[in-house]
Nanobody
């Protein structure tokens, strides 16, 4: 079992930056593929970014490519989402997700574990 706790959300002006963190419990963090998703009001939860533990690489949604960066610190059991050049359309609840695979996973159904989410609001 893996438990995930997100932090770092908040209110920021357009063009600003935020860094989200997701702390994972358990001893298997280094073998987890980690992902970030987001859900805006009235919309489906959508993929944002993913990072495979196996070094396969990272993957981003087109809407955030070049602005967001996913990274991980295995010593701290933590994955981060650095968000730069934020836009009002980035406003959403951001969720951290994890699964035991060596692949980069971009689908919601591919993740076994989810955090509770952290709110990000970008004002114009």
């Amino acid at each position: 079992q893996v438990q995930l706790v997100e932090s770092g959300g908040g209110l920021v002006q357009a063009g600003g930056s935020l860094r989200l963190s997701c702390a994972a419990s358990g001893r298997t963090f280094s073998s987890l593929t980690m992902g970030w998703f987001r859900q805006a009001p009235g919309k489906e939860r959508e993929f944002v970014a993913a990072d495979s533990w196996s070094g396969v690489g990272t993957y981003y949604a087109d809407s955030v490519k070049g602005r967001f960066t996913i990274s991980r610190d295995n010593a701290k059991n933590t994955v981060y989402l650095q968000m730069n050049s934020l836009k009002p359309e980035d406003t959403a609840v951001y969720y951290c997700a994890a699964t035991h695979t060596n692949l980069v996973v971009t689908t919601r159904g591919g993740y076994a574990y989810w955090g509770q989410g952290t709110q990000v609001i970008v004002s114009s």
